[in-house]
């Protein structure tokens, strides 16, 4: 059975007594240096990345448009362009009203590039620096498609499982749901936490189906019989609000709290690009660190722009200012975009027995198992690095 990394517990969360043993036997982080690497402050420096990065940023999202990738849209300046076919904006690349000098071009994800992984992407078509990807998407594809995380903007997974609280008042954790014959939905393409979850006994092979296809209709049409997949910040709202066949509460609970520690829309390099790209991640990784900040900050003009480019891009997705609005409200209520155990934001923990060793710790072997080939020796400096990141950047305490 795998072990349950319970470190980063949050409030509402409980396990079961045998869960929760292997928990304790999964160990505590490590103490010391909280970047895990001892790195120098970088800082913004003049504002300027003419010259030491490519004329033209590109960074591939995950999925269509949305403020949930604010990390980059929050460095798009006015006066951006939008190419409506290939789902992709191109603007001044500008940090805190200040062109940079350079440009930034943000494309979606998803079904804009055939639902391929972003790490694939980016081996796919090197014009792409930044791909936004979950951190075992780099364990999976470690040997020949390496990726290297330069900032985390998301501490904390929005990833969840969500019910109808109506139906299933009892439920508070994924493991709740295991102890019931409950049908839980999932993506297939995303199974990773899935196995994870069946490793622990937190949930059972008879009752997980990689079916789901991102439709409310067969939670509607089972009047809520099922668990699925979703994001924090998305479904519950939307298929409160926006869908009249469901239109009411759901309940979930975040994968995070079932013990896979996770990072959700980081943004990685290509591994062998490090050395390459380090002038200009010096000056590019802090203005990610500051558009993080402003955005949660100040959300309102982010959202007025990643909704008109919605609309001009004639994406099969919609958005709504209230939809936009409670993802943020979501972020913060929940800490999902927090400095997390620094002061710092953006950062992994890569300290020794640290969140990415023990992701690596569980991936590492649900790889093995399906044959998939990993780099050897994988470590947590092969796949993150906080060496770009300012340390004196930070939300404010609230």
Avoid at 290 to 312: H, N, Y
Avoid at 388 to 394: I, K, N, R, S
Wanted: glycine fraction near 10%; charge should be negative; proline fraction near 7%.
């Amino acid at each position: 059975m795998l072990p349950v990394d319970r470190s980063r517990r949050r409030p509402r969360a409980t396990l079961t007594a045998g869960v929760l043993a292997a928990a304790l036997a999964a160990g505590c982080t490590g103490g010391g240096d909280p970047t895990g690497e001892g790195g120098a402050p970088v800082g913004i420096g003049d504002g300027s990345l003419a010259g030491v990065c490519p004329a033209t940023v590109v960074v591939q999202t995950s999925w269509f448009s949305q403020v949930e990738h604010f990390a980059a849209y929050q460095l798009l300046g006015a006066g951006y362009t939008v190419d409506a076919k290939r789902k992709r904006v191109t603007g001044p690349l500008v940090s805190q009203g200040k062109d940079t000098g350079v440009d930034i071009e943000i494309r979606a994800g998803g079904p804009a590039i055939g639902f391929q992984q972003v790490s694939a992407q980016m081996y796919a078509d090197r014009s792409i620096m930044l791909g936004m990807l979950p951190l075992d998407e780099a364990i999976q594809n470690s040997q020949d498609q390496p990726v290297t995380g330069v900032i985390t903007p998301y501490d904390i997974d929005p990833l969840v499982i969500m019910w109808d609280p109506e139906r299933y008042p009892r439920f508070s954790t994924v493991a709740d749901i295991g102890q019931t014959d409950t049908r839980v939905l999932f993506f297939s393409g995303e199974r990773t936490y899935i196995d994870y979850l069946l490793g622990t006994g937190q949930l059972r092979q008879s009752q997980v189906d990689g079916s789901y296809d991102g439709s409310p209709d067969r939670m509607a049409a089972s009047r809520g019989a099922i668990a699925v997949q979703g994001f924090a910040t998305s479904e519950p709202w939307k298929w409160q609000h926006e869908v009249p066949a469901w239109g009411r509460p759901l309940a979930y609970a975040l994968v995070s709290d079932s013990g896979y520690p996770n990072y959700r829309n980081l943004l990685a390099i290509r591994a062998g690009e490090k050395a390459e790209l380090a002038g200009c991640l010096r000056r590019l990784v802090p203005m990610l660190q500051q558009a993080t900040v402003d955005f949660m900050t100040a959300p309102e003009p982010l959202i007025r722009t990643v909704l008109s480019i919605v609309d001009a891009t004639r994406q099969a997705y919609t958005d709504s200012v209230d939809r936009s609005r409670h993802a943020v409200d979501v972020m913060r209520d929940e800490g999902l975009v927090t400095n997390g155990r620094t002061p710092m934001i953006g950062d992994f923990d890569l300290a020794p027995g640290g969140r990415v060793a023990r992701l690596l710790a569980i991936d590492v072997p649900i790889f093995q198992g399906q044959r998939k080939k990993l780099r050897p020796g994988l470590a947590p400096a092969d796949i993150a690095t906080n060496e770009f990141l300012d340390p004196t950047l930070g939300l404010p305490a609230r």
